[in-house]
């Protein structure tokens, strides 16, 4: 089983900078596409950012131009860089391996915690 353990999440102003990463333990990380979903409070998870084991990328509407999403491979880890945060973008952010079909492959880790507030 794969360990997923987020972090870099805090509190930032509206128009600030964050970068998230996702360690991931186990040899199978290379071959999955990755995913960082959010969790925002009173609605339901969604898919935000994806990699796909190749390299290229996919962006909900409401994160592109904002949000890059980028895996080193040799260190099992996956990034969200997220840039002009709007207070609709505080949420819990996880990263996982999507299935495509409104699930992923992995347990769910304890994700972390964007708060965007003056």
């Known amino acids: 089983q794969v360990e997923l353990v987020e972090s870099g999440g805090g509190l930032v102003q509206p128009g600030g900078s964050l970068r998230l990463s996702c360690a991931a333990s186990g040899s199978r990380f290379s071959n999955y596409d990755m995913g960082w979903y959010r969790h925002p409070p009173g609605k339901q998870r969604e898919l935000v950012a994806a990699?796909?084991?190749?390299?290229?990328?996919n962006y909900v509407d409401s994160v592109k131009g904002r949000f890059t999403i980028s895996r080193d491979n040799a260190k099992n880890t996956v990034y969200l860089q997220m840039n002009s945060l709007k207070p609709e973008d505080t949420a819990v952010y996880y990263c996982?391996?999507?299935?495509?079909?409104?699930?992923?492959?992995?347990?769910w880790g304890k994700g972390t915690l964007v708060t965007v507030s003056l």
């Open positions: 996982n391996a999507p299935d495509y079909s409104g699930s992923a492959y992995w347990a």
């Open positions: 990699i796909t084991s190749g390299g290229s990328t």
